[in-house]
């Protein structure tokens, strides 16, 4: 099993329709988390981190349970630009080290 | 305002070749990684280092050297290519210690061992 786990998809709605992103992880030594977005053929790049508290940026929500080990990602009135593989991450261990999911695959339709 | 310099873009070895991978960063990081990105496996970590001399081996080690001679420079090796090693290269650097939001990555390397 691996330690970051995330429905592969890919996610096919409509635009402006609200999408929701799941991750689990199974190390409670985890200590922080991210949500990461990558396009066709490029480097990974810093969506949001996510706070226990849950924090929101414009469209965008995620959510911290750690005591059910788990996180999410809501993505409102989705936009065809929204289209990408959706990466959760986690930083674990004394050298910090970034844990991946392998990703969720988002296609926004017109 | 180069960020992380990767190179080359994209590669085609014959199987038993030796190539590196170069990895420039100049934003005076202390840890710098090597990821391998294959379809359905997300990024795994091949090597990373947390310092000028200092190098540590992340998951999937096994054909690749690297080395740390300077903050700036990162190179991968890999000694004796396989088609297994067919995948995406990244390269990365942050500053050490709790900081997987502040992560920068190279533009990725495409490696193809036939």
């Known amino acids: 099993r691996k330690e970051v786990e995330q429905d592969p998809g890919p996610f096919n709605v409509p635009e402006g329709a609200t999408v929701a992103f799941n991750c689990t992880y199974s190390?409670?030594?985890?200590?922080?988390f991210f949500w990461y977005r990558q396009d066709c053929r490029k480097e990974p790049k810093l969506l949001m981190s996510?706070?226990?508290?849950?924090n929101e940026d414009g469209r965008f929500t995620a959510q911290l349970n750690r005591a059910s080990q788990y996180i999410s990602l809501l993505i409102r009135d989705s936009k065809l630009s929204d289209s990408a593989t959706y990466l959760c991450?986690?930083?674990?261990?004394?050298?910090?080290?970034?844990?991946w999911g392998a990703g969720t695959k988002l296609i926004i339709k017109p | 305002n180069a960020g992380v310099t990767q190179t080359p873009k994209f590669q085609v070895l014959k199987t038993g070749q030796s190539m590196t991978l170069q990895c420039a960063q100049d934003?005076?990081?202390?840890?710098m990684s090597w990821y391998r990105q294959d379809p359905g496996m997300g990024l795994r970590l091949i090597h990373y280092s947390v310092g000028a001399g200092i190098t540590d081996q992340g998951e999937v080690p096994n054909g690749y050297n690297v080395s740390r001679s300077t903050t700036e420079d990162f190179p991968l090796r890999l000694l004796s290519a396989a088609p297994s090693q067919t995948s995406v290269y990244f390269c990365a650097s942050r500053p050490q210690g709790r900081t997987g939001n502040t992560i920068y990555f190279g533009e990725g390397s495409w490696l193809t061992v036939v």
């Open positions: 996510v706070y226990s508290s849950g």
């Open positions: 934003m005076n990081h202390e840890y």
């Open positions: 190390n409670s030594a985890s200590q922080s």
């Open positions: 991450v986690s930083l674990r261990g004394s050298n910090y080290q970034l844990i």
